[in-house]
């Protein structure tokens, strides 16, 4: 005979059959504190557990043998005596611990330490259980699961009794129960262990998901008025729904606080802490709103993993329909139309001569004057959102009409265009026009371009459509390039670049030019000069200058005799006049400076402030601005 013993703790029950598999939380649960899930991949198997979460010997074979274990997410590879099965989540490539129970009754096949849990906190502990035998079982699973404090005191056991294998497949069942964690207790451990014996076939399990979850008293939320839990509103509308929620005796203290999810998880809203509060959407966005009321105790009130929740009420915000049509369409007589439309699962038409349409894009073959107007379209969405559109249809007849023909400018002139027919003109593009709405406006393009006039008659809706091309010869641009400065005897090569449409181009003058008609000729000058390059084209002429320095060879000779006689009188060196930028500077023995001259525009005499300097050998420096110095001795004799 099987007994059946209930003791009622507050707002959980715990049911110690051993034909129930289902001692968990009667009343409102919290978010998982802990989620176990033993992981996923693309590999068949994971690795090993952690050291001491089992005392079960880790294979990576598709079927372990007795007391051992492996960490796979499919037993598709078994054979016949398992039955083929994924995570109990269904997750892709989501593994889990499969197990081939041991004939030992005092080893245990998984243990682990848990913490962050709340002290003073009822948790609800659950784990997923299936027993993986197909048709005979000679002993079925059968486990002891056992929470304790770190330091072994144990605050809760539940048996899951005998679970049977299933004939027509693998069936997951969750298996757990609840226990209070002590005062300054935040870390508890789980000991999974089998009761049955091994042997085969017997005793084959797979575990997955393995949770620790805040268990409170019973929270149960609804929309005031209607008592439901969810509600449907069509985007753009303001509304406001009231909420409430009753919470059984359980708590103490009791905190409460809203809870709303939009997609990225649950936060609190500010001032929602009471069992009612009002939601007020404005000018609603489409989307799924999602509340709750979170309870506590006020004490620990503080942590998310010491409350429990509510269940969901669910806003959903549908999209109003995104209405697109054909738009407005101008017609001549004779012409179809095809009225277009997306964005719903209904759509009505309304227009002119009776017209009615429930198609979603329906025709008129042939217009009439008696088709213009205004065209109405009402569409529905599946969830009843409506939005409406409307488009008009303009019927009349095409004006004969004349544009001059195609032609040719120079940059920075104009031409006038002309057209003719109609009583009013809309050119475009704009750029470059005198005007857009007159015959004959002026065109001045910078650069090539295509107009195009639409002709209007008395009724301005067929407008007859022609185009004219403007090209536009861009002026000639010439750029001789940088100066230059060579040394005289040297070659340099001129870097000229020339600009616009069908240009030639030249050089003046041609003394020193290797070619005076390409631009990059070699310059070979024997003195400084100025090149000038002509770019020429059917618009004009354009030029520019650059000027080679031709810096000359400086002799600089050691020895002259200022004495008068008319012969050496002066330090004479050849070609240091062109070099206006140049220091001559000259020392004497001790160091004295006795000569200090920008250019050379007058050579020296051998004097120093008006003195006659003595017989004797000078030191200079001479520095002629380009890169180029020079230093040495010079002797005067007298």
Known sequence: MKFLTAIIFGFCLLAFTPLSYAQLCTGSLGDPVVSLTFGAGTATHAGTLAAGTTSYTYSSADFPTDGSYTIENTTAGAGTVWWSTTDHTGNTGGYMMVVNASVSKTDYFYKSTVSGLCPGTTYEFAAWVVNLLRSRDISPPDITFSISTTGGTVLGTYNTGTIPLNATGAVWKQYGFFFTTPANVSDVVIQMTNNSSGGAPAN????????????????????????????????????????????????????????????????????????????????????????????????????????????????????????????????????????????????????????????????????????????????????????????????????????????????????TLTATGGTTYQWSPATGLSGTTIANPVANPTVTTTYTVKVYDATATCPAINSVKITVLAKPVANAGFDKKITQGQAVTLNGTAKGDNVTYYWTPVTGLSSSTILNPVATPADNITYTLHVVSGCGTATDDVFVRVYKKITIPNTFTPNNDGINDTWDIDALDTYPDATIQVYNRYGGMVLNSIGYGKPWDGRFNGQNLPAGTYYYVIDLKNGNKFSGWVLIVR
Request: proline share 5%; with cysteine; aromatic share 6%.
């Open 204 to 415: 084959d399990l797979a575990l997955d998901d393995i949770t620790f979850r805040p268990c409170g008293p019973i929270a149960t939320a609804d929309i005031v008025g209607s008592g439901a839990t969810s509600q449907t509103i069509c985007a753009g509308n303001n509304t406001t729904v009231d909420l409430e929620a009753s919470v059984s005796t359980g708590y103490t203290t009791p905190q409460y606080q809203w809870q709303v999810n939009t997609g990225s998880g649950w936060t609190d809203i500010a001032g929602a802490t009471s069992t009612k509060t009002t939601i007020t959407l404005n000018n609603a966005t489409t989307g799924t709103y999602l509340y709750r009321l979170s309870v506590g105790e006020a004490a620990t009130f503080a942590s998310a993993q010491c409350r429990v929740a509510s269940n969901v009420i669910t806003l959903t915000v549908n999209p109003i329909p995104t209405v697109t049509t054909s738009g407005d369409v101008t017609l001549c007589t004779g012409d179809g139309i095809t009225f277009t439309a997306t964005g719903g699962t209904s759509y009505l038409w309304t227009g002119p001569n009776n017209f009615s349409s429930t198609l979603q894009n329906p025709s008129i073959p042939s217009v009439t004057t008696a088709n213009a107007g205004t065209y109405t379209l009402m569409v529905t969405s599946s969830s009843g959102c409506s939005a409406s559109a409307s488009l008009n249809v303009t019927v009349g007849a095409y004006p004969a009409a004349t544009i001059s023909p195609a032609t040719t400018i120079c940059e920075g002139t104009g031409t």
